[in-house]
């Protein structure tokens, strides 16, 4: 299992609610989060085999900003 972490732009409740089928379709995801208090608006991704990149294009694609950090 790995832990992916990434600095995305969704900022409301409903903003997560509009994210989830899409998040729901990336195959290997164990559990997600967004943490809409932190400045950065952190989305973490427990997962077995996901692609970061992947990840970010979905949420691209469906218009939010989407970075992984780095350790």
Do not use: A
Not at 3 to 30: A, D, M, Q, W, Y
């Amino acid at each position: 299992m790995e832990v992916l972490v990434f600095k995305t732009n969704i900022r409301r409740r409903r903003n997560v609610e509009s994210i989830v089928k899409h998040i729901s379709k990336l195959g290997g995801i164990i559990r997600w989060n967004v943490d809409l208090n932190d400045k950065d608006r952190i989305l973490r991704i427990e997962s077995d085999n996901l692609s970061p990149r992947h990840v970010e294009n979905t949420l691209q694609h469906v218009g939010y900003y989407c970075e992984e950090l780095q350790d």
